[in-house]
């Protein structure tokens, strides 16, 4: 049990879809992640939140809507996405922001885009 | 460009000794970081390192040397349950983490 959950864990969805992401870290962290990682990849990090600020966020495609209500949950609201966008997007958290800290996964959602 | 480098894939078998080897090119270095994810499953932390040298931890051990921009993974013992992917990422300069794309190792009996 690593304490980051995330729902749903399989999505399948079509282009003209809108579905969300969910995130919930139980750990009393900081910063919270979206990753994508698609097979064979490194893992891409989309957003980063911090205290729910969002600081980062790496040229992801507009279709992709990060919101963090509060510093343990976050969310990702897909909308009219590619038949690329087909990976796992995995939910991390981490005590402080910046790459020292050990960042604690959530098991991911495995999405399909048809 | 900042680039992690590791095999694509290793094979072993149960009880051996398995090396994962993790090269890096990136501007600065702030730490070095070691993964585990099994299939379907939350990337886990299996070990930090800062500074050169080997740290132990149980049947997994860690090396790293700056200087060679190398680190690399020691899984000793094999056990079936450690058919999984490795992941190695290092932190730069800028304290970003760059991810390698992971050594999924394949545990034969």
């Known amino acids: 049990e690593t304490g980051v959950t995330q729902t749903p864990r399989h999505l399948v969805m079509g282009m003209t879809n809108k579905k969300s992401l969910k995130c919930e870290q139980h750990l009393g962290h900081n910063a919270m992640y979206w990753y994508k990682q698609s097979a064979k990849k490194p893992l891409e990090l989309m957003f980063v939140?911090?205290?729910?600020?969002?600081?980062e966020n790496n040229s992801v495609p507009s279709r992709f809507s990060p919101e963090c209500p509060n510093s343990s949950h976050l969310f990702l609201h897909l909308h009219t996405l590619q038949p690329e966008d087909s990976a796992l997007y995995l939910c991390?958290?981490?005590?402080?922001?910046?790459?020292?800290?050990?960042?604690?996964f959530g098991p991911g959602t495995r999405l399909t885009v048809l | 460009g900042q680039n992690i480098d590791q095999p694509t894939e290793m094979t072993a078998t149960e009880g051996a000794i398995v090396q994962i080897n993790c090269t890096y090119q990136?501007?600065?270095?702030?730490?070095l970081f070691w993964y585990q994810q099994h299939a379907g499953e939350a990337p886990t932390f299996l070990s930090y390192n800062v500074l050169d040298g080997l740290e132990e931890k149980g049947r997994f051990s860690s090396f790293l040397s700056r200087s060679k921009g190398y680190s690399y993974l020691l899984l000793k013992e094999l056990q079936m349950k450690d058919s999984a992917s490795y992941l190695c990422?290092?932190?730069?300069?800028?304290?970003?983490?760059?991810w390698g794309a992971g050594t999924k190792l394949i545990i034969k009996p």
């Open positions: 991390a958290s981490s005590q402080e922001l910046g790459g020292t800290d050990t960042q604690y």
């Open positions: 939140y911090n205290f729910k600020e969002q600081t």
């Open positions: 990136t501007s600065g270095f702030n730490g």
């Open positions: 990422a290092v932190t730069d300069s800028n304290y970003q983490l760059i």
